[in-house]
């Protein structure tokens, strides 16, 4: 059986998800404001945070996925969730990720997308590292960037959500172009 694997930033400890993380999941994912900026459920129950875990081991056994708790090393607070959505047969992923609130604006999402882009490429030998935000969520954008992800173009009206039409605006990245920073 596989182990979940472990990744240590200066601030964050990036660990898997177990069934004792679900209080803290429902109550942070529960936030209206986080739901706007993903594609979490709203209201978001302790029946979804359970299924939610539940179902990110069987994907991880799997390998269609690397899903991991942002944990402050400090305080080991769970603050919110990253992770790679694999596809195995074209040696690539999509990045997702999401914060409670009160952990917005302080750089933990810029670090633990920096550790999840560089086990993706040097551990999972993965070729392209993509992800999408909402353009009504332009922070998330701020930090693909800052991972060196490159703005690749905008899907127009693509998602519905909250009764809204939202853009979906696409980044990515190459191995070869990744500095390991």
């Known amino acids: 059986m596989r182990t979940h694997p472990v990744l240590e930033t200066d601030r964050l400890l990036l660990r898997g998800f177990t069934r004792d993380d679900a209080a803290d999941v429902e109550r942070l ?5 986080v739901a706007r900026g993903t594609f979490l459920p709203y209201p978001y129950k302790a ?3 359970e299924a939610w875990i539940r ?3 069987e994907d991880y056994l799997a390998g269609k996925l690397t899903n ?3 944990v402050h090393r400090e305080t080991s607070h769970l603050m919110g ?10 040696h690539h992923a999509q990045l997702g990720y999401w914060l409670g609130v009160t952990y917005w604006g302080m750089g933990y999402a810029t670090e633990a997308a920096h550790a999840a882009v560089r086990y993706g490429f ?3 030998g993965l070729n392209r590292i993509y992800a999408a935000h909402f353009s009504s969520n ?3 954008g701020k930090i693909l960037v800052k991972i060196g992800m490159r703005h690749e173009g905008c899907q ?4 519905l959500r909250f009764n809204r039409f939202e853009d979906a605006e696409l980044y990515g990245i190459l191995k070869q172009e990744y500095a390991g920073f």
């Open 29 to 33: 994912a529960g936030s209206e404001a």
């Open 47 to 49: 029946s979804h945070a």
């Open 55 to 57: 179902h990110q081991e």
């Open 68 to 70: 991991f708790a942002i």
């Open 81 to 90: 969730s990253i992770g790679l959505m694999i596809e195995p047969a074209y």
């Open 122 to 124: 040097n551990d999972l």
């Open 138 to 140: 332009p922070a998330s």
């Open 156 to 159: 127009r009206q693509h998602y």
